[in-house]
């Protein structure tokens, strides 16, 4: 059967439905999931590229009409602007973007009346388009598609690196696999994607980076367990809490996954030991049943809880812990290339917020942890108060904590700040802290 041909208008009106619920405080996962299945894919695409250049669209809207229309036109107008602002980037021929901008606009009650002003917008757009982006360009907004406040956090974090970090956060990332090494070798899988004519290229130790992104269900192995999609960064966490852990004589290692939803770096540990008993948490149930799904699949097994890490008498036996993993509730603000979202929902008072809430789960996961055991403190975060002074603040008051080499700030594609992934030359990896901390004995 003939898939049916979907219409670049229909396309649009959800796009724009999509922003406006982003813009609303909702995440783009969520919002994508109630899309109609026929519409998701192309949609999905669509949104993750205004997203990317949300503020260029909103400048050269405000410079196309300096009174906003109402929301729903003036969703649809940022889309169309998004997609043809810059020619070489534009997915479609511009005039029929117009055309197909302002068909979606007929199409719908409440924004029809407004579809001659899209139209008028965007024509003249198209001829004035150096004289608008000239002027939009002297705005920092505008110029690096994140809100203010977070460009000057930035600049302020990293004033080396805060441009990298912004540019990076324009492109999208490369799709990187981790091997089960219970399964198979990073040099035999390769020959696997080679014989499925796959072009990929190893990652680290355990992963590979494919040179195109593939649906996971055209992956070799995916489903059977062999390979599960990790970014290079994530991939650093199970290695560095595992390597020289002292091994206890008469019993399995005793590793504590504080925050382990989706299961990802829960089932590389087991992946690592997998005779280690795992007890896996995450306050929600239904991200619960992602991370006993994910372990299904690599066929590996722990003690999954839905609890509050920090609400210990609910869930600890009273055993400590060899080691720890406290992947911290964050910003996200080193993920953003993957979630473009991000930028926009979160505001510059989530910071403070998180950080109290990493600063309790670090103090009460600590005294769970045995005599000469460690805690690897990680986050998905550029931002230091999340994660280089969260660390210094913990070391301050727990004189027990030692801190051991750890990379730090991981910096989007720099591979020279903090020794970031010295083993992947391309530097091509998410934004993220890692701090090892092990405890002193008595």
Request: charged content about 20%; aromatic content about 6%.
């Amino acid at each position: 059967m003939t898939p049916v041909q979907i219409p670049l208008w229909r396309q649009l009106q959800a796009t724009a439905q999509v922003l406006s619920e982003v813009r609303a405080g909702r995440s783009l996962t969520a919002v994508l999931e109630r899309i109609p299945r026929e519409l998701r894919p192309g949609v999905q695409a669509l949104s993750f590229h205004v997203l990317r250049v949300l503020g260029r669209a909103q400048a050269l809207r405000q410079q196309l009409a300096r009174r906003a229309p109402p929301e729903s036109a003036e969703a649809l107008l940022c889309v169309a602007l998004a997609l043809i602002w810059r020619a070489e980037d534009a997915p479609y021929e511009a005039f029929t973007l117009v055309d197909q901008a302002v068909e979606a606009a007929k199409r719908q009650p409440e924004t029809r009346p407004q579809a001659t002003f899209i139209n008028a917008c965007l024509r003249r757009f198209l001829r004035e388009r150096e004289a608008l982006l000239a002027v939009t360009e002297r705005d920092a907004v505008a110029q690096w598609n994140h809100p203010r406040w977070w460009i000057q956090r930035l600049k302020n974090d990293h004033p080396q690196h805060w441009e990298a970090i912004l540019r990076a956060s324009a492109v999208p990332p490369p799709m990187a696999l981790r091997v089960n090494a219970q399964r198979s070798t990073v040099p035999d899988y390769l020959r696997t994607l080679a014989d499925a004519g796959i072009a990929a290229s190893a990652l680290g130790q355990t992963g590979v980076v494919l040179a195109r992104p593939t649906p996971v269900q055209e992956i070799p192995g995916f489903a059977e367990g062999a390979v599960s999609v990790q970014d290079a960064g994530a991939q650093l966490a199970a290695p560095l809490l595992l390597a020289d852990l002292p091994q206890p004589a008469q019993r399995p290692l005793r590793i504590l996954d504080a925050c382990a939803a989706p299961g990802g770096k829960t089932a590389h540990l087991l992946e690592l030991a997998p005779n280690a008993h795992v007890t896996a948490l995450d306050i929600d149930p239904v991200r619960c049943e992602r991370i006993r799904q994910n372990l299904e699949r690599v066929q590996a097994s722990a003690q999954v809880l839905a609890a509050d890490a920090a609400q210990t008498a609910a869930w600890w036996d009273g055993q400590p812990f060899d080691a720890i993993l406290l992947d911290a509730p964050c910003t996200a603000s080193g993920i953003v290339r993957r979630h473009p979202d991000v930028r926009w929902l979160r505001r510059e008072t989530d910071i403070a917020q998180l950080a109290e809430i990493q600063a309790r789960l670090l103090r009460t996961l600590w005294p769970l942890l045995q005599p000469g055991g460690r805690l690897l403190y990680c986050t998905c975060s550029v931002f230091r108060a999340e994660g280089s002074a969260q660390v210094q603040a913990f070391l301050a008051r727990h004189t027990d904590a030692l801190l051991r080499a750890s990379p730090g700030h991981l910096i989007p594609q720099q591979t020279t700040l903090h020794g970031a992934v010295s083993d992947n030359p391309s530097g091509d990896h998410d934004g993220f802290f890692y701090a090892l901390l092990e405890k002193r004995a008595a």
